[in-house]
Each structure stands twice: as structure tokens, then as C-alpha cells.
DNA sequence: TTTTGTAAGTAAGTTTCACTCACCTTTGGA
DNA sequence: TCCAAAGGTGAGTGAAACTTACTTACAAAA
């Protein structure tokens, strides 16, 4: 497994074109493999060629999207100073990117979590990544003292990523457009500011 | 579609049980018809007398576990006063039944969201169900001043479901055990209070 | 008691689809 | 020019989801 994501030979390029192209319209289970080669102009064979499985190439198309997903987030929060505009940012960049990529958010939230090889895979190597920069950053928050000291990181981690992923998925589901500075926006201050009603201040 | 799910002969019955079986064990794409006609001690073609589908089984095995989370539910928040607590202890209901029953937790967070008919089904008619319950104590809480008004219900609807479904992901996907109680009052603190740190109060 | 209609269950297909394998074709260097 | 390796083909295979024609059990009407 873990096979790795190079640019490689045209037949590889357009496999993974086509079967890109059909997961917009059908999901992974409806598509067949038959149906990629004749999309791609190869024969059936030459998949087994490249990809050990249907899997294994949902995977890599997987890791191709998710490389230039991660590479967005990355820009987006050099520039950032505080933790709180860092997490925003990515907060922000991940619906954003998810809205503009139905398939990536497809394959991420739908179709890979459901066998175990997707967390062998390169795919699933770089969401750790993604995942642990959250971490990272909270952390750092709460040691500069921006965010309350007395949390666990790890919560306010999955508080973060489940809101972006249930946002996306009615949208991914449904095909439903979503204002995505709305949506980043509220949770972003719900889950800085809290939804408690005070009187004071 | 749409098969209501009544407790009916015994040929269905063994063939929901030992399908509740293996799931437990294996994820549904390797679970094979014959696999389950041999553990329910029928034969394959018995399958589709009950269900129009593989899938169809996979749905009212879900409807089953689900309406026995749901009843959970409502009792645990009948006794509640304020909606906050009525948040609270949805939050804890929902993370303790995932923990308790992996099977509905798996079915329903990795393996029905990625086709349509379940969509369709009985068993996504109560989980409408239940994310309305949610989002109506949001409201009424808007209302009677113990939440914040200015923000989309909506969106504290997405956190919140977000939230306890990322936190069950890691311990259905690696079969690791988690505090439940712990996870539970640290979701409920960040949401409600928020993690943005203030010398004040 | 006999008939009969219906629900429960069987067993042997059929089809579709992921995957294999033995075989061609092109290309670029020694 | 030769050859090795990479790119690509297409017929074939096995397994698994689903079908269909059939049998058995069983309750109520005649």
C-alpha cells in the first residue's frame, strides 16, 4: 500500500482524469472500472497497471486534491500572526476549498472513511498532517495565552474539524450552494466567543 | 423504498441479527450475502424477500439501532429544564450511545452516506428527526434569552452534530475507547463558553 | 375433513464487475 | 541494430449480488 503520487505516464494521467470527472456526477460504488477506461480512452487493464485496486485509486485521486487543499491552507496562515487569525484562516480556507471542490470533499467526508486501507494510504498521511497543524496551532494558543488554558487541545481540534466537515455536508450531499464567509464566519465566533447569553459586558 | 421496519418473521429477524453481527466486526463492503445467509442459518435467496437490497438491510438494521438512540434521547432531555441542559444532555446521550453501540455508530457516520437511497430511507427520516429536535431547543433558547441571539441557529446546529460525530470517528474507525463524560462536558464548555481567553470575569 | 390461498423458505441459476494474465508496441539508450 | 523496459491491450476468470421457478407450512373457508 502507501503507493505514492507521481505526475507519471499519460495513460495514469488520464484514468485519474476520468474517474475525477465522474465522481462529480456518481459516487465511487456506482462508478465502474469499465466505465473509467472507456472515459479515459484506455482499456480496463491498464488501470491494474497503475493502481492495485479501484481503492487504490480513489486514493490517489484523493492525495492529488488533497496536496493543493493543504498547500492552500499552508499560504493562507504564513501570513497570519495571532492563533485566533490562524484558525480563522483555516477554518475559512477549508470550507472555501471544499465548496470549490465537490469531489475532494466527496471522497474525503463520503467514500474513503468506510474501509481500512484509506489510513494506510498517502491520502490519509497528509489529512494527519492537516489535522495535526490544527492541533499545533491551538496549542501554541494556549501557551501564548490567546485561548483558555484550560481546555483539552485535542476537543477543541475535533470541535473545529467536525464544524467545518458537517457544514460541507449538505452541501457535498445535496449539491447545495452555501455562502461560505456566512458560514466560516458564524462558527468561528461561536466557537471563540461561545453561544452563552450574558448580560454583562 | 422507503421499507418500514416491523419486527416480522423469524427468517428476517436472523438475517437482521447476524448481519448486526458481522458488522460489528467487518465493514459492509466485505461482508458478503452468502456470509450472511450462513451466519443467519438461511439460505441467500431469503434475503431478498425482506430487503430489495443489500443496501435496503443496511438501512433498517440502521432504522433498528436508531430508533432505540432516539428514544434514548428523548427521555434524557424530558426531565431538563433549561435548554442548555437539554443541549447537554443530548450531547452526552448521543456520545454514550455511540460508544456504547459501535455498530449504529459506524453504520451511520462511514457507511450509508455515501448513496443516495439512504436518503431516501426510513432510517434518514429519524435522523431528520432527531437533528430537528436539536435545532428546535437552539431556538427556543434564542428565544427566552439563555442563548445568544444573534447568531444562526443553523450553524450551532452544525457545531454541535459536528462535534459529537468527530469525536466518535477516531474511536469507531480504531475501536479506541474514549472518556465519554469528559468528551461530553469539554464539548459542551468550548460551545458554550468559548475558547477565547479574557482576563475579565 | 378437504380445499385453497398466502406467507416462509429453498436451490439452482444468471449477470455484472473487479481483477488477472499472457501478449503486443513503442521508445530510448548502448 | 539490438534489446530492455515501460506503456498499453483484450480476452478471460471467479466471486458475489441478485433472480426466478419451485416447495413447504399453515391457517381459514367450504
Given amino acids: ?58 486514493h490517489q485521486v484523493l492525495h492529488q ?15 497570519k500572526q495571532t492563533c485566533i487569525e490562524k484558525l480563522k484562516a483555516i477554518v475559512f480556507a477549508s470550507l472555501d476549498s471544499y465548496a470549490r471542490n465537490r469531489v475532494l470533499a466527496r471522497i474525503l467526508l463520503l467514500e474513503v472513511r468506510n474501509s481500512l486501507s484509506y489510513f494506510e494510504s498517502g491520502a490519509y498521511a497528509m489529512v494527519k498532517t492537516y489535522a495535526r497543524t490544527i492541533l499545533d496551532i491551538i496549542r501554541e494558543g494556549m501557551e501564548t495565552g490567546e485561548l483558555r488554558p484550560d481546555m483539552d487541545p485535542f476537543l477543541l481540534q475535533k470541535v473545529i474539524l467536525g464544524a467545518i466537515e458537517h457544514t460541507c455536508l449538505k452541501q457535498v450531499i445535496f ?26 459586558h
Avoid at 65 to 79: D, K
Avoid at 182 to 197: L, Q
Wanted: glycine content about 12%; charged content about 25%; aromatic content about 8%.
Fill in 1 to 58: 500500500m502507501n503507493t505514492r503520487v507521481k505526475p507519471g505516464p499519460p495513460g495514469k494521467i488520464k484514468i485519474m482524469n476520468a474517474f475525477s470527472r465522474l465522481m462529480e456526477v456518481k459516487d465511487f460504488q456506482s462508478i465502474t472500472t469499465s466505465e473509467i477506461a472507456g472515459n479515459a480512452g484506455v482499456t480496463e487493464g491498464l488501470i491494474y497497471k497503475y493502481f492495485t485496486d479501484k481503492k487504490d485509486l480513489l
Fill in 65 to 79: 486534491h488533497f496536496a493543493a487543499f493543504q498547500a492552500g491552507i499552508e499560504a493562507g496562515i504564513q501570513e
Fill in 175 to 200: 449539491d447545495k450552494k452555501i455562502d461560505v464567509a456566512a458560514a466560516s464566519g458564524g462558527i468561528v465566533d461561536i466557537i471563540f466567543n461561545g453561544v452563552k447569553h450574558h448580560g454583562c
